[in-house]
């Protein structure tokens, strides 16, 4: 597997990839939200501001008791102000509905365009009209005219109770308290105090350092009355990273992480539970639970792992105890044998007699030491994957020497080899492909009536060695019995063509240990049973882990 695709199914790889963009995710979110809520927090804070300071407009101009007189009054506002004021009628102009709402609860409307900086005002007046004018920037020219707009309004209240009945009513349009009271409360320096007698307007600035939290401003304005003063504010500068914002963009960035760790991390909780029950399963006796676990990840890949273990211990018990009861019936027969001619043995006194029961215990002993030889092998071969030698193997030459020793075993059939040429090979055991072979051969011999051909051939990547005889071949419902470990078929291949009905049994775990597979089908030119052993070319990459059958099983839950 390339490291593309490890890293392309590696669920932990995955994870990580994902908490960073989760975190990315959430940052932009965060970013993009605390802007959002900062543009709405700032023009909030611009038509706050506007009312107030537009309301003292919109009241001078209504104090004044002709068109003459509003027209020389609003040029003399626009002076002060720094800006035109304009007159038009609200028809003019395209209120959207958000907007014609504020002018009907009173407050004032501000369009601010961001390139070039400007923002445009508007105060809607008696008569569907509306007072408008555009400001490029706050400056202290402007905050002075507004204190000015606010005297001038005090100047048609006379006495000092109606001048505080004013104030608080005005507050109902400012964002800030409006207070009249002595000069002497407002703890001004001798300075402040000079330039406050001299009629001026004191800006008094108080930074966020203070125990007042944010910073502000004040606005003394000296009034008409000896000795007292009209205090606007504390008017809060704009804030763009206030305290309780932050802390609120904290936790709903710690609350989306949370819920995107969560989105990431159930799915792989998910999975572990289910091999979980497994394995539960497993430990109270259930050797035929399988685990579903979709996908192509180290948890899907855990799972398949999970199933093959399974099937595969389920497949070696049973394997063991359908070896032990076949070893048992297979040792009665020659122990019988034995016991029976050491009681003629002891009947008889014949020495002809003796020496032949003699050879018969031998042959019987002879026959438990190939059977114990068999079970070895095959237990050996069916416990754990052996330890291969691969080596380069001529096939050409290797067909000759099993043509050769089949030969030499004096057998009336003819042996033909059907190599082919001596540059093909391929990697195997040489030892046990050896044995497959010789397995092959010894068992056509069996069977054979007349002739056995021993081929060999490399075709797309895979090595293909056949034996195959002119008996009377394995009916096709019968031929996967012929692997079974004791398992003999009826007819021609009877108990007493010789064998333990192991052989094939072993051929096939060497098949399989090759990453290969035994099939058997019908001989197309001699008309007796064909065996062919498949088994990659290339040397084999990997470890097996389980049988044939559990891993076929596996793999294909695992695509799935």
Same mark, same amino acid.
């Given at each position: ?26 940052? !932009? ?7 959002? %809520?900062? $543009?709405?927090?700032? $023009? ?35 002076? !002060? ?11 003019? *102009? ?44 706050? +400056?202290?020219? $402007? ?34 308290? !409006? ?44 009034? =008409? *009355? ?7 504010? /504390?008017?809060?500068?704009? #804030? ?51 685990? $579903? ?19 595969? &211990? ?8 359908? !070896? ?13 044998? &034995? ?6 043995? @002891? ?21 438990? #030491?190939?059977? %114990? ?23 050409? =030459? ?14 009336? *059939? ?41 081929? @060999? ?57 090759? #990453? ?17 052993? +498949?088994?990659?070319?290339? /040397?084999? +990459? ?16 695992? =695509?799935?």
């Amino acid at each position: 597997m390339s490291l593309v695709s490890s890293l392309k199914h590696s669920i932990f790889v995955r994870i990580y990839a994902g908490l960073l963009i989760v975190c990315l995710c959430v940052a !932009l979110f965060a970013q993009l939200l605390m802007d959002t %809520i900062n $543009q709405e927090r700032m $023009q909030t804070y611009r038509e706050n501001m506007a009312t107030g300071a537009f309301y003292l407009v919109s009241e001078g101009l209504a104090h004044q008791e002709s068109e003459t007189q509003r027209e020389y009054w609003l040029s003399d506002a626009s002076s !002060l102000f720094g800006s035109t004021f304009r007159i038009v009628p609200i028809e003019n *102009i395209d209120f959207s509905a958000s907007e014609r709402r504020r002018f009907e609860s009173g407050e004032t409307v501000v369009r601010y365009v961001s390139q070039p900086a400007y923002a445009d005002v508007y105060h809607r007046l008696p008569d569907d009209k509306v007072l408008t004018v555009r400001v490029s920037q706050v +400056t202290e020219q $402007q905050v002075r005219a507004m204190a000015v707009f606010l005297l001038d309004d005090l100047s048609y209240y006379a006495t000092l109770p109606e001048k505080r009945a004013h104030l608080t009513e005005l507050e109902n349009k400012f964002s800030y308290p !409006l207070t009249l009271d002595t000069i002497d409360t407002f703890d001004l320096d001798d300075d402040q105090l000079a330039r406050l007698r001299r009629d001026e307007v004191v800006i008094l600035l108080q930074d966020s350092n203070s125990s007042q939290g944010n910073s502000s401003i004040k606005i003394v304005i000296p009034s =008409e *009355i000896n000795d007292m003063a009209v205090l606007m504010g /504390p008017i809060p500068l704009f #804030n763009w990273f206030p305290l309780n914002l932050i802390i609120s963009m904290v936790l709903i960035s710690m609350f989306l992480i949370s819920l995107g760790v969560y989105a990431l991390i159930f799915p792989l909780e998910r999975k572990l539970q289910l091999i979980q029950v497994g394995v539960n399963e497993v430990s109270d006796g259930n050797l035929d639970i399988q685990v $579903q676990v979709i996908g192509q990840d180290e948890i899907a890949r855990l799972s398949a792992t999970f199933n093959a273990m399974t099937s595969h &211990i389920k497949r070696l018990i049973e394997s063991q105890r359908e !070896l032990t009861r076949a070893v048992s019936h297979e040792l009665r027969t020659p122990v019988a044998r &034995i016991r029976f001619a050491v009681d003629m043995l @002891a009947d008889t006194d014949d020495e002809d007699s003796r020496f032949m029961q003699r050879d018969y215990i031998d042959e019987d002993i002879e026959a438990l #030491n190939g059977l %114990i030889d068999e079970i070895l092998t095959y237990a050996k071969l069916e416990e754990g994957s052996p330890k291969l030698d691969l080596e380069s193997v001529n096939l050409k =030459e290797l067909v000759e020497q099993i043509v050769r020793e089949t030969e030499a075993l004096g057998k009336d *059939i003819k042996i033909v080899g059907n190599p082919p040429n001596s540059k093909v090979t391929a990697v195997a055991d040489r030892r046990y492909l050896h044995r497959v072979i010789q397995n092959l051969a010894g068992n056509a011999l069996r069977y054979a009536e007349g002739t056995i051909i021993i081929s @060999a051939w490399v075709k797309k990547g895979n090595a293909f060695v056949s034996v195959e005889d002119d008996g009377q071949g394995i009916p096709e419902e019968d031929r996967e019995k012929v692997f079974i470990p004791f398992a003999r078929l009826d007819d021609s291949r009877t108990r007493a063509s010789g064998g333990y009905g192991l052989g094939l049994s072993i051929v096939s775990r060497i098949a399989f240990w090759f #990453n290969g597979s035994m099939s058997v089908d019908e001989s197309p030119e001699l008309g007796g049973a064909r065996f062919i052993m +498949t088994w990659p070319v290339k /040397p084999l +990459t990997q470890t097996i882990a389980a049988d044939q059958i559990t891993q076929e099983k596996s793999e294909r839950s695992f =695509e799935s």
